[in-house]
């Protein structure tokens, strides 16, 4: 899709999902499930060493902005990345911070 294409809708769901994402905490649980895995909150807080309702915070905001998509199986949610190509944006991100 080239950038003409982009109708108004389109770019205000694109920068609702950057802003979701625009921090650091939320950009290392986004660079934790770039792999395509789906992981638990307790496997999310315990990897990024945060507090668990911490990382339950951050889940839903990635979830409600269209980051993130879970999926329930008994008593563990199941968190992944809704759009793979997310983790392009992160490599491009890191690539512009590095010296």
């Known amino acids: 899709m080239e950038l003409k294409e982009l109708n108004p809708a389109v770019l205000e769901k694109a920068a609702i999902m950057l802003k979701a994402i625009a921090h650091p905490i939320r950009i290392s649980i986004v660079q934790y499930l770039e792999d395509g ?37 008994g008593k563990n949610t199941w968190y992944y990345l809704k759009h793979p190509n997310l983790r392009n944006i992160l490599t491009s991100v890191g690539d512009c911070c590095k010296d």
């Open 37 to 73: 895995k789906k992981r638990t909150v307790t496997e999310i807080h315990r990897k990024l060493g945060i507090e668990q309702a911490t990382a339950s915070h951050h889940l839903v905001i990635l979830k409600d902005r269209g980051v993130l998509s879970s999926k329930r199986e």
